[in-house]
């Protein structure tokens, strides 16, 4: 039977290169892309089925920072399939994000500037709000969007004699230093992105706990720097235009300097083609880049608090309650 394969935030960047790669692995798949600007998730089709033209490429309209389009994009994609293999939970934001300049320019010419650029630690802060569903707004993008998703598509993702995975776009960027699990939304603090992707990470963790007894598997990746939208949003264009040479030359001496969308890609690609039960869920795996040129998958050890990590998850699943009420 051809693999269903739904990917969050699928028109650009990291999202559309995997899609492209996926399709090239086999053709012969079920792929939606769930975007939530249906005009770029168009053009993202438009382009696949340039290089795919047989390929079945659905569109669904989802934004996954609001509840209301969360709960409407799981019925539509209940009723059109009957199960889903792969989930990719890419989609994610960045907001208002504000760069220590003089730390940047310092870190440049110092011993720390690799791991600068790789963990942006001291360099980023970022302004959140409030989204319409009274919830902060990149904790609803990042994280809670895609747990009600994976909530809602249970029935599809959990069926007997079937084998199913949800693979987490995070960041090397998710620190434990900045999440607290008594502020799990980080309302009070300037770090959200940091703090979801952390919380991402350990979700993923709990969940194989939760589900692997049921067939879902989780994974989480990392996709190493990637030139994307969301990281060209962080500089103006002028500072790219000029450290941009020194990101090129770093990469010959770091592997986690992918800089492409398809380079960024290559661990979510390798999950594709690996058996899920075989994987190690306390493991992130990375997307890595040669300074030759060739990626490659690897798996190294998360920081996370198991305990913590099964809070968080029952601390989701009472405001999964709550929100529910609310509709």
């Not at 993702?157 to 693979?167: D, E, F, K, Y």
């Not at 969301?230 to 300097?257: A, D």
């Not at 960024?264 to 058996?275: D, P, R, S, T």
């Amino acid at each position: 039977m051809e693999k269903v394969v739904l990917v969050t935030g699928a028109n650009s960047g990291i999202g559309l290169a995997l899609c492209e790669r996926l399709l090239n692995e086999d053709s012969q798949l079920r792929l939606c892309l769930a975007c939530r600007n249906m005009q770029r998730a168009e053009a993202a089709r438009a382009a696949l089925l340039t290089s795919h033209s047989n390929a079945h490429v659905d569109l669904l309209h989802l934004d996954v920072g609001s509840v209301q389009s969360v709960l409407t994009a799981a019925q539509e994609v209940t009723a059109r399939y009957n199960r889903i293999d792969f989930l990719y939970l890419n989609a994610g934001i960045m907001p208002n994000p504000q760069v220590d300049v003089k730390a940047l320019f310092k870190g440049l010419f110092s011993r720390n500037v690799i791991n600068m650029f790789a963990t942006a630690e001291g360099l980023l802060t970022q302004q959140d709000q409030l989204n319409s569903d009274g919830l902060q707004e990149v904790f609803a993008t990042n994280l809670f969007g895609h747990f009600l998703l994976i909530r809602e598509l249970e029935p599809l993702l959990c069926l007997a004699g079937h084998t199913s995975s949800i693979v987490w776009t995070s960041s090397s960027n998710a620190r434990r230093s900045a999440f607290s699990i008594e502020d799990m939304q980080h309302r009070n603090g300037t770090e959200p992105y940091s703090s979801s992707k952390y919380a991402s990470d350990m979700l993923s963790l709990a969940l194989n706990r939760h589900k692997n007894s049921q067939g879902l598997f989780s994974s989480v990746i990392c996709p190493g720097l990637v030139m994307t939208n969301l990281t060209y949003g962080i500089l103006p264009s002028f500072f790219w235009t000029l450290i941009m040479p020194v990101m090129w030359l770093i990469r010959i001496f770091t592997n986690t300097f992918t800089l492409t969308p398809y380079n960024g890609a290559e661990a979510l690609h390798w999950l594709f083609v690996q058996n899920p039960e075989s994987l190690d869920p306390r493991a992130k795996y990375h997307s890595l880049t040669s300074g030759l040129g060739t990626n490659y998958t690897q798996p190294r050890q998360m920081d996370i608090d198991e305990e913590m990590s099964e809070v968080l998850y029952s601390k989701l699943m009472e405001l999964e309650k709550v929100v529910r009420k609310k509709e």
